[in-house]
Structure formats: C-alpha cells, structure tokens
C-alpha cells in the first residue's frame, strides 16, 4: 500500500494544466491510445493491463448521474505473475512511448470542498478514496509546494449513488498555480475485485485567497485530542459556525459558537483525522484535527 501512494503523491508532483475547473469531471468523453480506453484529459493505470493483458482497471460505464457515463475502476489479476493491478485515475496524460507525463491543471484560488458522486464495492480490509493537491510551483527550492490537501477515504460499501463533499484544507499561504485530482482502488492490496464508481467531479464553495490563508484567529488544543478539544474564538469579533467533517467528506459536529472559549466533547469519535471548519460571515478558516 506504501508504495501505491508513494506512487500516487509523486503522481501528484509532476504539474501541468490549462483550467480553473476540473477537466471531463463528468467522464463524458473518452478515446483510444495506444489501443487502450482513456478518460479525456485524465491518465490511468490501463496501461499496465494493456501491457500484461489482463481487463482494464478503469472503464467507461453507463448511464452517469451527470449525463450519460461515469468512470469505474476495479483493480484487476495481473495474468501473467497474478500479482493485483490497481485501478489509478489522475488529471493528465502519460505517453507510454517516451515514458513522459503530465499532471494538474491550472488554479488560482482554492475552494472550499471537491464534491461529486460515487458508489462503491470493496473487498474486506481494502481502501479506496479521492484526492486532491493544490500546489504552486517554488523556483528557488525547485519543487512544488502544497498549499492545501484535501482526501476523502472509503472503507465500506455503497451501492447507491452517494453524494460528497470533500473538505480542502490550506496547509501553507499562498495562491496555488495548479490542482490535481487523483483516485484509486485496490490500495489496500489485499486482492482483486474492488470496485469504486465516479461521476459528476466539481468545486464548490470558492473562497478568496487571502480570507482562505490568513493567518488562523482561533485556537484548538490539545490537538491530537482524547477526549474532546478547547475552541477559542476569542479573537473573532462576533459568533462563528463550526462545522467538524470526517475523511469521508461527513459532517459529524454542526454547531455555532459565541467568541468565546469552550471546550468541545468529542470522546464518541473514532481515531483518525478530523477536519475543523469556521465560518465568519464571508470568510473560512480549516485545521486538522487527530483523535488518538
């Protein structure tokens, strides 16, 4: 599993793009290359079943929630060693031949969720899930760097269409030059046959540069939490709405609260990664949380 995400994130490294919205994010178009399908603007891991023979991870299905296709990946039996491919769908292009590749598309602020639609089939201790990097390019280091993340993780089953929104949380200041979205099944590596469904990609909630990374007018302590946090709203100027989501884009705590300190129970939640949201008139600040 390591080493599909390690792969994935260098994935996300290596940026080209040309718009502010998320290419074919309804997965209506497709074409052939090099003999095998791929999603228009989008680049999959349909090469390695080209290559080995084996039934390709990423396919064109129908009808869509948003017109009339959507994108299935299914991880797929390697023939000839009967190792797993997984299912990798990414925004770019790679070209086999000269072992070149693109990904991203250019941005100029950052929004507030990555929503859409999926439905998924999962085998027992496997993992799926979506991502997006929103990056800018860092001459003087000669890397990228991220300025906001955003993951929405998918454990169980869901076979219905369900709805998400997926929480985008700034982890530097600064304006992103480029985006990338990202989605895999079969990273758990524990067999073939998972199945994750995608359609109808799109941002919502867009919000300025400078409200989105000022710096923070709030504390959350301790953080990681066992029990529950403290939220201090005492330099805001008037109440805030919070809003606390899971990695799966779920609200779990919905409240407003005056500028004030109080402390937040939070002992029913599992452990793992919280996101914290506050919203003050027109402007958002987001924190990652962790239940230990």
Not at 58 to 87: C, F, H, R
Not at 132 to 158: H, K, P, Y
Request: proline share 5%.
């Amino acid at each position: 599993m390591k080493k599909i995400y390690t792969l994935v994130i260098l994935l996300a490294c290596s940026f080209a793009g040309q718009a502010q919205t998320i290419p074919n994010g309804s997965f209506e178009e497709w074409t052939s290359i090099n003999g095998y399908p791929e999603p228009e603007d989008w680049a999959t891991f349909n090469v390695l079943s080209f290559l080995f023979q084996a039934d390709y991870s990423v396919t064109q299905e129908t009808p869509g929630v948003d017109g009339d296709y959507y994108l299935k990946l299914a991880s797929q039996l390697n023939p000839l060693d009967g190792s797993m491919i997984p299912a990798v769908a990414y925004v770019g292009s790679f070209n086999f031949g000269s072992e070149i590749g693109t990904a991203g598309f250019a941005v100029n602020n950052v929004p507030s969720f990555l929503s859409g639609s999926y439905r998924s089939s999962l085998i027992d201790g496997d993992l799926s899930g979506i991502a997006c990097f929103f990056t800018r390019w860092n001459s003087e280091a000669n890397m990228a760097d991220t300025i906001a993340i955003g993951s929405l993780e998918i454990f169980t089953d869901e076979p219905t269409w369900t709805t998400f929104d997926m929480p985008i949380v700034p982890m530097l200041t600064g304006t992103p030059d480029t985006c990338n979205v990202i989605m895999i099944t079969g990273g758990g590596d524990v067999g073939v046959g998972s199945v994750l469904e995608v359609d109808d990609l799109h941002f919502t909630g867009n919000v300025s540069e400078v409200e989105r990374i000022a710096t923070n007018p709030f504390r959350i302590y301790p953080n990681p939490f066992n029990d529950g946090i403290m939220l201090d709203l005492r330099q805001l100027t008037d109440a805030a709405d919070v809003v606390i989501y899971d990695t799966q884009g779920r609200i779990i705590e919905q409240f407003r609260q005056n500028n004030t300190a109080q402390l937040i129970p939070l002992n029913h939640l599992a452990s793992g990664l919280y996101t914290v949201h506050i919203y003050n008139g027109e402007k958002r600040w987001s924190q990652l949380i962790t239940k230990q």
